[in-house]
């Protein structure tokens, strides 16, 4: 399929984009792409906001460990093939990002009704 995609937000931790002609949804994050539908994108925003409210308690049980490079949030990928590993700081520009591509994803849909 021939993928017309639109941007939706891009910061420095990378840029989320959508298919005119299909609403797929393109995470580009350094060199990795990751394709998924648009609720995918809901789910991820969603469990964004669950690793938040565990690292504003301060209970890091689940969402934190220590890797080879350092200690590092985690974060499944809607299809659970991917675990994302991100610093507190890119962990919060990913959560910049992925919010307000859900914003604009839901603006364009609203528009196009
Ligand atoms: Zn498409």
Redesign the pocket.
Known sequence: ?????KLLHQNNCGYISS??????IQLGIGNLIHCMKPVDLEKMSNAIDRIDVHLELEDFCDVECILPNGQKVLMQSPDKSIFFAFSREEFSQLKELVENAVIMMEVRKSLSN
């Open positions: 399929m021939n993928h017309q995609y298919c005119e002609s299909c609403a797929h």
